[in-house]
C-alpha cells in the first residue's frame, strides 16, 4: 500500500491544501493519505496561530466527505517540536512494510536541503511535490534533480490553485467573506468560534524599557552591559537579514536574564519548565541559565512567542535547524560591543557576511573551547555541527553543479 503524509500549519485550512491533497494522490497513486496539523513550527512564531485543537477540528470538518483521506494528531500530541524526520519514523513504524510518501508543496521542496536531518528523511519516502504557484516548474525540477542524489523526488504537473492562509486570515479580521476559498463547515466553525477576527486575540508587546529596569536591578553592571550590547547586536542583524527588529533586540536583551542566578534557582526553574534537556547540560553549569532563562520569560512575563523561548534557550548550545531569530541570537551574543576574543574580528565579518557560515565557525569555535577545558559536547551542539556543515556542503555541491551546467 501506498501511504502519504501531508503536514503542515493549515491556519486554516483551505480549497488548496484540499486541491494539492487531491492532486497528489491522483498523480502518485497514494492509497490513504494522512493530513497533519504541526504543533509548533520550527521557523515560525506560534502567536499567530489558531490553537492546535482548532485548527486539528477544522481539517477534519475539511476531509470528512474525502475517501481515503484521514487526520493525524501525533505532532500535536507530540511534546518536542515537530520536525519532519520524527514524524516518518512515526509512520514507519505503524506501516513497516508500505511505501511511505512525503507531500510537500513548492516552497518546501525549494529548501528542503535545510530542513532537520533531511538524507534520513530521503532515505524513508518517496518526496513528492505539488506546485503551488504558476510559472516554478523549471525551478522546482533543477531543484528536484538536485535532491535525487539523496532519495526518491516526484513532481506533480498539476496546475496549483493560488490561496494565502495569511490572506485569508486578514480577510477574516476584515470581515471579508472568504466562503470562496475554505469549505462551508470550515467557515461555519471559524464564525462560531471567533478564529482570526481579533476578538480576545492577545499581540506580543514588546516592553524592553520595562525588562531594562528589572535587568538592571538583578543583574551585575558587566552583565546588564552586555546583554544591552546583545541586545544592538541583534537588533542591527534582524535589519541585515529581514526579521524582526524589536522582537530581535527583546529577545537579545533577556538572554541572559537568569544567568546570575543563584545555582539552586536555576536547576529548580530547569526542573519545572518539562523542556527537553540532555544529561551534557544538565551536569554543566554555565549551560543551565538558557534554560532557565527561556521557562522564565514565559511563566514570569508571559512570552507565548516559541521564536522568542527557543533563542533563549538555544543561544550557548545551539541545535540542529535553528531560526533565524535563534541564530542572530546566538551570533549576537558572539560578536556583541565588549567582546575581545582572539577571533572576535574573523566572527564579526562571518555574521555579516553569511549566517550558514559564521554558525558553522562559531559552533566550531564553542566545541573546540568547551573540549580545551576538559567539558562535554551537548548532543544539541553536535547535532548542530552535523547539520550547518552538510548544509554547507550540500550548498557547496549545489553551486558546482550549476557552474557545470553553464
Known sequence: MHIGIYGGSFNPVHNGHIHLAKTAMADFGIDRLYLMPSKISPHRSSEEYASAEDRLEMLRLAVADEKNMEVSDFEIRSDRVSYTIYTVEHFRSLFPDDELYLLVGSDMLLGFEKWYRFEDILSQVTLCAVSRNNGDMEQLREKASFLSQYGCIRLSEAPPIEISSTEIRKNIEKNTDCTCYLHKNV??????????????????????????????????????????????????????????????????????????????????????????????????????????????????????????????????????????????????????????????????????????????????????????????????TAEAYNFYRRLLKDSKNSHEQKRALK
Open 187 to 380: 467557515v461555519q466553525y471559524i464564525r462560531s468560534k471567533g478564529l482570526y477576527s481579533g476578538r480576545g486575540e492577545e499581540k506580543m508587546h514588546y516592553d524592553p524599557e520595562e525588562k531594562k529596569k528589572y535587568l538592571k536591578a538583578k543583574l551585575s553592571a558587566k552583565r546588564y552591559q552586555h546583554s544591552l550590547n546583545v541586545a544592538d547586536e541583534c537588533r542591527k542583524l534582524a535589519e541585515k537579514y529581514g526579521e524582526d527588529p524589536e522582537k530581535a533586540y527583546f529577545a537579545g536583551l533577556l538572554h541572559d536574564i537568569c544567568k546570575e542566578l543563584p545555582d539552586e534557582e536555576q536547576r529548580a526553574l530547569v526542573e519545572e519548565s518539562g523542556f527537553a534537556v540532555c544529561r551534557e547540560e544538565l551536569e554543566t553549569r554555565s549551560l543551565l541559565h538558557g534554560i532557565a532563562g527561556a521557562y522564565f520569560v514565559k511563566k514570569e512575563f508571559g512570552v507565548e512567542d516559541i521564536d522568542i523561548i527557543n533563542s533563549i534557550r538555544f543561544h550557548t548550545v545551539g541545535r540542529a535547524g535553528m531560526s533565524r531569530l535563534e541564530e542572530i541570537v546566538y551570533l549576537g551574543d558572539l560578536v556583541s560591543a565588549e567582546r575581545d576574543y582572539k577571533d572576535v574580528d574573523k566572527m564579526c565579518k562571518l555574521v555579516y557576511t553569511d549566517l550558514d557560515e559564521a554558525m558553522l565557525y562559531a559552533i566550531e569555535f564553542s566545541m573546540r573551547s568547551v573540549m580545551k577545558k576538559g567539558g562535554v559536547i551537548p548532543i544539541c
